[in-house]
């Protein structure tokens, strides 16, 4: 089944403690990226990858750290995670560059950053 | 300015009733346009792509409209499982970067 996964679901977690967000597609898709999801701000994209060991900032990279070293993996980094960073996270996948393409999202992860 | 803005909601909207919502976004230069929907608290999914000549999916039919700047969608006959939030996305000139508005709830009562 053609799906985009990550981990863990849920977190709640300290301040201060490094944590990392894994996700995986299995469509072979060149694009991906990060987005968080707040009350009132929508989804805003966190970094975006075009491709292996390719990425780039988006609206709010602040915090957070990424990696691409393989096409199907783009997990998220928080390497001292602060109580704003509390939120509801999606990775998605696209098959194209520059995401003009159908995004396909993950199911999401809750953390809470105590 | 926000570069892509919808109205929130609620829209409260009778079963079997059309609805109707905009997005409105400020790059002129934008150049992909999609419609996704949002069940409450889960992963978006798209629910179509806009194109230029407005394009219609069953009960669905979107618009845009490039001397205002606006995308439209329409829903005719209402059904409850239509209840959701429809985020409106934009493609920016730049063309990596995709820019959600804030999404429409929609919420459809017998």
């Known amino acids: 089944e053609a799906q985009v996964t990550q981990n863990p679901r849920y977190l709640i977690t300290v301040t201060g403690k490094k944590l990392t967000v894994t996700c995986s597609q299995n469509?072979?898709?060149?694009?991906m990226s990060w987005y968080r999801q707040d009350p009132g701000l929508g989804l805003r994209q966190i970094y975006y990858s075009m491709n292996v060991e390719v990425t780039d900032k988006g609206d709010v990279p602040e915090g957070y750290k990424v990696s691409r070293k393989e096409k199907r993996n783009f997990p998220l980094i928080l390497e001292s995670p602060s109580p704003n960073q509390t939120s509801l996270y999606f990775c998605?996948?696209?098959?194209?560059?520059?995401?003009?393409?159908?995004?396909?999202f993950g199911p999401g992860t809750r953390l809470t950053v105590l | 300015r926000k570069e892509v803005e919808q109205d929130p909601g609620p829209f409260n909207v009778p079963e079997g009733a059309t609805v109707a919502f905009n997005c409105t976004y400020s790059?002129?230069?934008?150049?992909?346009f999609f419609w996704y929907r949002q069940d409450c608290r889960k992963e978006p999914k798209l629910l179509m792509s806009v194109y230029s000549s407005g394009n219609e999916d069953g009960r669905f039919t979107a618009q845009l409209n490039r001397a205002s700047q606006y995308i439209s969608l329409l829903i005719r006959d209402s059904k409850l499982s239509d209840s959701a939030t429809y985020l409106c996305?934009?493609?920016?000139?730049?063309?990596?970067?995709?820019?959600f508005g804030g999404g429409t709830r929609v919420l459809v009562k017998p």
């Open positions: 790059n002129s230069a934008s150049q992909s």
């Open positions: 998605a996948s696209s098959l194209r560059r520059g995401g003009t393409d159908t995004q396909y």
């Open positions: 996305v934009v493609n920016t000139a730049a063309g990596n970067k995709l820019t």
């Open positions: 469509m072979n898709h060149e694009y």
